[in-house]
């Protein structure tokens, strides 16, 4: 399985922006997707994830910014960002399970992209 990320960019605070992940290779709409995101020099942490069923869950810090969705006819699973805060600021990775369900550890998650920069300004 092969992930691709893309939608990255620089944005003002109280911006939005749509990251994707289009997967290929031996996919299935049947496994858990997850955002996952990293700082400098800070460890990767969690952003959020959503199940086969469509089932979301999200870090505290970003619960009623962030959303999730996926269109399992493309493969395709998508990270709506909205009111962007400078502390959002990461490499956003996009990472897929093996498994229908999915947690909040990186360890949860088998295969992973390369990651796309999200770079918010004050």
């Known amino acids: 399985v092969q992930l691709q990320a893309s939608g990255g960019g620089l944005v003002q605070a109280g911006g939005s922006l749509r990251l994707t992940c289009v997967a290929s290779?031996?996919?299935?709409?049947?496994?858990?997707m997850g955002w996952f995101r990293q700082a400098p020099g800070k460890e990767r942490e969690f952003v959020g994830r959503i199940n086969w069923s469509g089932g979301t869950a999200y870090a505290d810090s970003v619960k009623g910014r962030f959303t999730i969705s996926r269109d399992n006819a493309k493969s395709t699973v998508y990270l709506h960002m909205n009111i962007l805060k400078p502390e959002d600021t990461a490499v956003y990775y996009c990472?897929?399970?093996?498994?229908?369900?999915?947690?909040?550890?990186?360890?949860?998650?088998?295969?992973w992209g390369q990651g796309t920069q999200v770079t918010v300004s004050s």
């Open positions: 990472a897929s399970g093996a498994r229908p369900y999915a947690g909040r550890e990186s360890s949860d998650y088998r295969y």
């Open positions: 290779g031996r996919t299935s709409s049947n496994n858990a």
